[in-house]
């Protein structure tokens, strides 16, 4: 397989290209609205890739989805995503609609939902590239295209198939593609090796890492798997119950976890020297009604009175490392009643839910 794609601009590291702040979006329902992100901010430069980590149902793909104008009819959003000086939440339909391509790119986790199984692998990229690119001729679409796909492994000769001719390896190699031929200054690619197996995750973790070479996108990697994020990204947000409850360096996070969260999602994960499997007790929470204070305090093996009574503060350590708990605080300045472990019948509460 050669590097992919072939580089039209150089990557200027450091230069900012998503700045989020505030992110909220909720979805409405029969008992109140679920505010599935609540609060989120983060900075993503050009050749930049963030690691999105926590357990499912805790916002990471509704997060993704909302910056690319892609979630369902009645979810609200509120907050700002600036990128590249545009706030993608205020633009219209339209010109956000016309950002995708060339700016905003999707990766998605499974590639038969979104390939059509009635048309050629070339009539997506064709369609995909005209929609964007309108004067771009036939020819000329199919050269892209087909380049685009020999650099990800798939020969020309499959160009005309289906997409049920294909493995689910090459079909998400085809996703990937797809998302790729224009170019795209900020990709979000969720879950992109879901339900592959170890060797076809192993390469399309080295496509990733070639895209990144070769044109440097902004990417925002949704995953569970930190085996992925420890091997892919620079920088790590750990979500929880709608927030990012940690973010830095991705050797910082993985050393030194200042999360109680983040902490447990790591001693959680399966590696060689593993001798025991690790879980946390309990559930996400409801997000209709999450829990008062901290979000993590019904599981929390660190908790305090004062976790389930009052939010933490977003503590930040330069521009790029931060944390949500009571612990990074300074403890001295609490009562000791408020520092006294919570009482351990209020968490086996939420091991029941
Ligand atoms: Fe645990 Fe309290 Fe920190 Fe939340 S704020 S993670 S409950 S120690």
Redesign the pocket.
């Known amino acids: 397989m050669t590097a992919p794609v072939v580089p039209t601009t150089r990557p200027m590291p450091g230069e900012m290209v998503l700045s989020v702040r505030d992110l909220r979006v909720w979805y409405p329902g029969p008992k109140g609205p679920s505010q599935a992100v609540d609060g989120v901010s983060f900075n993503l430069r050009r050749g930049e890739v963030l690691g999105l980590v926590g357990e499912s149902g805790c916002g990471k793909s509704t997060l993704g989805r909302g910056l690319l104008g892609l979630l369902p009819p009645g979810a609200g959003t509120d907050g700002q995503a600036v990128f590249e000086g545009t706030d993608l939440l205020t633009l219209p339909a339209r010109q956000r609609q016309a950002l995708r391509g060339s700016g905003l790119g999707m990766i998605f986790q499974e590639p038969m939902t979104r390939l059509d199984p009635l048309m050629r692998i070339s009539d997506h990229f064709v369609e995909a590239i005209k929609a964007h690119e309108p004067k771009v001729s036939t020819q000329d679409a199919v050269i892209r295209a087909t380049a685009t796909l020999r650099s990800l492994g798939i020969p020309p000769s499959r160009f005309r198939n289906y997409p049920h001719e294909f493995s689910g390896g090459m079909r998400q190699r085809i996703m990937i593609a797809l998302a790729l031929v224009l170019q795209p200054r900020f990709i979000v690619a969720d879950e992109p090796t879901t339900a592959l197996d170890v060797l076809v995750e192993a390469q399309i973790l080295r496509i990733l890492a070639g895209i990144r070479r070769s044109y440097a996108p902004a990417m925002l990697l949704i995953t569970h798997n930190l085996g992925i994020v420890a091997e892919t990204c620079d920088r790590v947000a750990v979500m929880y119950a709608g927030r990012i409850?940690e973010q830095g360096p991705a050797a910082e996070i993985f050393s030194r976890p200042r999360?109680?969260?983040t902490r447990e999602l790591l001693r959680s994960t399966i590696s060689l020297t593993t001798q025991a499997l690790h879980s946390i007790p309990g559930a996400p929470p409801d997000l209709v009604d999450p829990p008062s204070g901290?979000r993590?305090?019904p599981r929390?093996p660190?908790?305090?009175t004062i976790?389930a009574q009052q939010d933490?503060a977003v503590l930040t350590d330069g521009e790029d490392r931060s944390v949500e708990?009571?612990?990074s605080d300074d403890l001295e300045t609490l009562t000791p009643a408020l520092r006294a472990p919570l009482e351990q019948e209020q968490v086996s509460v939420a091991d029941e839910a």
Do not use: E, G, T
Request: some cysteine; proline content about 12%.
């Open positions: 409850v999360h109680p969260y901290c993590f305090h929390c660190d908790a305090m976790c933490p708990c009571w612990l």
